[in-house]
């Protein structure tokens, strides 16, 4: 089904981030992640892979057309920063910053309970598909410093969703894109419950 514009939805992308695999401790093991992302400045080409110098760890997890670049509402940073502190995590007193969380999108009016698996976001020279839910794993924990860091993910909807590139081209912070619907059947919200809950309980 083609999409069409829901009028008046729409959303304005406030940075974006790049990372490269490095070494991460989870408990007693040592891996490699790209979970930790860099604000670039200036236009950056997005391909059918994601955006141009970022790299993903797993790609079994991570990747691939259907996972090409994570999206991250920055509504939900203040939230994250206050649940590290709540759970003991008392050094983390410094703001987190866009990217922390893995994000390569930092967006500001795109909610997960807003969207559809599904619907396109358009931003004039690019074009997305939100495809799904991100499920969050150990190494999220690990990151965030504290056990149940994947569980408050689930529990609270806010896990950004992952994007199909649709339109290639060059994307740069600042801009607004217009969301597109889809079928409109399934929130990312409920589908972060299908996928995950059974996980984590």
Partial sequence: MQPTLRPGFSGTLRAIQTGQARPLMVGDRKLVSAIGKTIVSGPIEVGVLGLAGDQQ???????????????????????????????????????????????????????????????????????????QPREPCGKFNAVMGYAQAAKNMVQSGRCGFYLAVEQTGFLQAGVTCQVLAGSRTTRVTEALQHKAWKHLR
């Fill in 57 to 131: 760890a797993d790609l079994s997890v991570h990747g691939g057309l259907s996972k090409a670049v994570y999206a991250l509402p920055s509504e939900h940073l203040p939230w994250w920063q206050t649940q590290r502190q709540t759970h003991g995590a008392s050094l983390f007193e410094e703001p987190l910053a866009p990217g922390y969380l893995g994000e390569n999108l930092s967006l500001h009016g795109l909610l997960e309970q807003e969207l559809f698996i599904g619907d396109h976001l358009d931003f004039g020279n690019v074009v997305f598909r939100v495809t």
